[in-house]
């Protein structure tokens, strides 16, 4: 039963009939875990705390750069050389007093990743990670335990994003789509942000899509990231889709 403040706090979304009271129940009884607090992880978790989502976990082991200021709008030029976790924490309470939020100030590494997974039962993950070592060691927590999984990635101009539902078995996986190769194990993400630049209102609308289909995820709505790449040219504002099929030759579910 939702509280005359939260009926007034998610007014609008509850008057939508896709979402309504029930929905707004669901969102408020979720757990999610954002990983990388950056240029996607800023819009994807703020949307996310003001929707009401129950309890938000925030992974991010760097600290402020005045560098990240550009694009990571969670950040102002005062937070420079601080824990990024922290200081998302403490934006998102500002902007949601009425929710629970986990900052952790450290590297997700799959060890850490898959013991978390495994004690707290969480709703959904969002990899708003910039590092492909990263995303294939989320892919195989995720996986492994079951979660659901909503990854996007921008370089440049061009987005990509792609959801996963683990809870069904015969879900394909990031690894079908992009198997690991041998080399990224050793060598640190070369093609990245840092290296290629990126236009920043394209991760704005990577990651505020990554909160759209989290909404949808959890409240049961259909989702359109589902076993689909979806990618945005931000030259041109085209959308493309490419249904994904599993791999039997899958390492991580083949
Ligand atoms: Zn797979």
């Known amino acids: 039963m939702l509280s005359r403040k939260q009926l007034q706090r998610y007014s609008r979304q509850i008057m939508l009939p ?41 992974v991010d082991g760097d600290k402020v750069e005045v560098s990240n200021l550009q694009r990571q709008v ?31 100030c450290r590297m997700a590494d799959e060890g850490w990743l898959t013991e978390l997974l495994s004690q707290q039962s969480f709703d959904l993950v969002l990899d708003c ?31 990509q994003l792609v959801s996963f539902d683990f809870r069904l078995q015969s879900s394909p996986c990031y690894a079908c789509l992009f198997p690991p190769t041998a ?26 899509t990554q909160a ?9 709505l259909p989702v359109s990231s589902l076993n689909k790449l979806q990618l945005f040219e931000a030259g041109s504002l085209e959308w493309r889709a490419l249904t994904l099929s599993g791999s039997s030759t899958c390492p991580v579910c083949g």
């Not at 937070?79 to 007093?97: I, S, W, Y």
């Not at 294939?136 to 927590?141: D, F, L, M, P």
């Open 18 to 58: 896709q979402i309504g009271e029930a929905g707004q129940e669901k969102l408020g009884a979720a757990r999610v875990l954002v990983i990388g607090l950056g240029g996607l992880g800023s819009p994807a978790a703020l949307y996310l705390a003001a929707a009401g989502i129950g309890e938000l976990h925030l």
């Open 74 to 104: 969670l950040y102002k030029t005062n937070h420079r050389e601080k824990d990024k976790a922290q200081v998302a924490a403490q934006q998102l309470t500002a902007a949601n007093p009425e929710i629970r939020i986990y900052a952790h």
């Open 129 to 159: 990670t910039d590092n492909l070592k990263i995303r294939h060691s989320i892919n195989r927590a995720c996986r492994a335990q079951r979660v659901p999984v909503i990854m996007a990635s921008v370089r440049g101009f061009s987005g």
């Open 183 to 208: 080399t990224q194990s050793d060598l640190p993400e070369v093609d990245n942000c840092s290296t290629v630049g990126v236009i920043g209102p394209a991760l704005g609308v990577m990651g505020s």
């Open 212 to 220: 759209l289909e989290a909404i949808k995820i959890l409240v049961g």
